[in-house]
């Protein structure tokens, strides 16, 4: 084994963002298996800070932190310096926040992004970008019909597999345009300055150290809710649907991208659950009652704008070229979720938990 060789597997996998929900789980399992992993955060998010003890609980000294804005372009590329690889998941993650600051979510998740790629060309490091469905924009195009509870589509086949790759950028909302704008950066320097980007336009990930709100992170917003005997608030009619994924899975999709990425340089990917885990907000309602054995408590507001009233990733390009696929089954992961919250974040109340495996 060269010199070289030996020590860009010392190299740390840098994560940007690596404090946060995504990033902390991919942090973990990076961990361990003997991987050396460095943090790069603002520690900006309310409770991140609990993920970054877990983690140097669990890790020790093969975590290493540096706490850093990505809007810090010097100390950024500073920072990123030692790292043989970037998963850049720093992000402003809420739509309704970018609609009322568009200056900061511009700044945050373009010009941010422009400096993760600017630190990694120099460095001539891969990147693997966190990027989102709302790049598809509000899918006006895509005609749906209303059941009891959900919306489906009209077409059989986006039915049974789901929006692909090809359905066209439609770019909606602050976020959007910032997500989607950083979206077609990373993929152009693949093919402008030849770096090994590549894109995943995820759906709703949920699992374990996330922290939900309204605006990110619903599924645990939800859960979280109803343990905690809050009302919730739904926008629209609740049968929006959308694909929800296991952040085990997400981590196993992000970890198989960077390791073929010479193979997968300058391409997008979707990544979600596809349709066997695809639920409406209703259902998962529903669901979550009958595992928490409690009454929800519901009102109704008008939807959001650039919400999209049905998707759900046809997720077939990265299983073909990856062999992945999403395992863990939704009411599975649920369950699971709502069991870790009770342990983690709640106090839990033994008829409570009596209901949670």
């Known amino acids: ?18 404090s946060g929900f995504i990033g902390s789980n991919l942090a973990d399992s990076l961990l361990s298996d003997g991987e050396p992993v460095l943090v790069i955060d603002n520690l900006s998010r309310p409770g991140v800070e609990q993920n970054l003890e877990w983690l140097a609980q669990k890790h020790g000294g093969h975590l290493s932190v540096e706490t850093v804005d ?7 590329a500073s920072a990123l310096a030692p790292a043989r690889a970037i998963f850049h998941l720093a992000a402003q993650t809420a739509v309704t926040t970018s609609l009322v600051d568009p200056a900061e ?65 439609d770019f909606c909302t602050p976020y ?9 950066y990373v993929l152009d320097y693949a093919k402008s300055y030849g770096l090994s980007t590549a894109v995943l336009r995820m759906s709703c990930i949920y699992g374990p150290r996330q922290f939900g709100t309204e605006d990110q992170g619903w599924v645990a917003h939800f859960l979280l809710s109803v343990l905690s005997g809050r009302p919730i608030t739904i926008y629209g009619d609740g049968k929006q649907v959308r694909d929800i994924l296991h952040v085990s899975d997400a981590v196993a999709a992000y ?18 659950g596809g349709p066997h885990n695809a639920v409406s907000l209703r259902m998962l309602l529903s669901e979550i009652a009958a595992i928490t054995g409690r009454d929800i408590a519901l009102r109704y507001d008008p939807q959001r704008t650039g919400d999209q ?11 073909a070229a990856l062999g992945w696929r999403a395992r863990v089954p939704w009411r599975e992961g649920v369950s699971d979720l709502a069991g870790w919250l009770l342990r983690h974040r709640l106090q839990p109340r033994p008829e409570v938990a009596r209901y949670v495996a």
């Not at 970890?255 to 979600?272: H, M, P, T």
């Not at 009233?309 to 299983?319: G, S």
């Open 176 to 184: 959007g345009c910032s997500k989607g704008a950083a979206d077609q």
């Open 105 to 169: 979510d511009l700044d945050i998740n373009l010009k941010g992004t422009f400096n993760v790629l600017e630190a990694a060309r120099r460095m001539s490091a891969p990147v693997i970008f966190a990027s989102t469905n709302k790049v598809y924009g509000s899918l006006p195009q895509l005609a749906v019909r209303e059941g009891d509870d959900r919306y489906e589509p009209t077409s059989e086949a986006i039915r049974a597999n789901g929006v692909d790759e090809t359905i066209g950028l």
């Open 1 to 18: 084994m060269s010199e070289r060789h030996r020590n860009l597997r010392k190299a740390p996998v840098a994560i940007v963002g690596g």
């Open 309 to 319: 009233p049905f998707f759900v990733a046809d997720t077939r390009k990265i299983e």
């Open 70 to 76: 990505i809007r810090d372009r010097d100390r950024l």
């Open 255 to 272: 970890r198989a991208v960077v390791a073929s990425i010479e193979d997968l340089k300058g391409q997008a990917f979707n990544l979600g």
